[in-house]
């Protein structure tokens, strides 16, 4: 069964210090691979998106992720977090092979201490 | 508006009532999907479609319907609400590899 884990259900780093949220799938397909993020209260909005090429793919708001096919990994990393940065994250993987349906983990909330 | 509504967007009611929840697209995509929210499990598949006339249940289908008789509208329909359905509802249509998500509707069962 496809399945993505975020180890980390909460996160704090200091303003200014750098981030890394993890992520692992597991799936039977060349996976597509997404990250989404939620302030609270609020829709998802996608901060990059991974289909083929070059492994590390840059986002919106400075974000960036690098996949990893050996280790199922798709984590997401920012060199200077800032406060406007708190919130849920969650990483998605879907597939052309399974219709597109996106399989999500679970989520990280991130606090950005000043 | 071009892009995915949806309505309500807050909802109140009670153990044993029918709710519908509505879903709306501008672009006629042809797949779309109804997610839901909830602590701990981030979002899940409910149902989804692949155009109309043409819905397949995802991981979390029990006590939900769908219908689709035109190809903007993906109405999400609990027949008999329980506490359990309190949730946020995503609706969601698919471009290329891509889903484009709606603003979600929070639906509260007392």
Not at chain 1, 29 to 56: E, H, I
Not at chain 1, 62 to 91: I, T
Not at chain 2, 71 to 80: H, K, M, V
């Amino acid at each position: 069964a496809q399945s993505v884990t975020q180890p980390d259900i909460h996160i704090t780093v200091s303003e200014g210090a750098s981030l890394e949220l993890r992520c692992n799938y597991s799936y039977g397909a060349t996976p597509y691979l997404f990250w989404y993020v939620q302030s609270p209260g609020q829709g998802l909005q996608l901060l990059l998106k991974y289909f083929s090429g070059d492994t590390l793919v840059q986002g919106i708001k400075g974000f960036e992720a690098e996949f990893k096919r050996s280790q199922s990994s798709f984590n997401l990393r920012k060199p200077s977090v800032h406060w406007s940065d708190a919130a849920e994250y969650f990483c998605a993987v879907g597939a052309m092979e399974y219709g597109n349906k996106l399989v999500f983990g679970a989520g990280t909330i991130l606090r950005v201490k000043s | 508006d071009a892009g995915i509504t949806q309505s309500p967007r807050y909802k109140i009611t009670e153990t044993g009532r029918q709710v519908t929840l509505m879903c709306h697209q501008t672009w006629s995509h042809s797949y779309m999907f109804w997610y839901r929210q909830d602590l701990g499990h981030g979002l899940r598949l409910i149902y989804y479609s692949a155009a109309a006339d043409i819905t397949d249940k995802g991981e979390v289908p029990d006590g939900y319907v769908v219908s689709r008789s035109k190809t903007e509208n993906f109405p999400l329909t609990l027949e008999s609400a329980t506490r359990s359905q309190t949730s946020v509802y995503f609706c969601a249509s698919l471009w290329g590899n891509e889903q484009f998500f709606g603003p979600g509707t929070r639906l509260t069962v007392l």
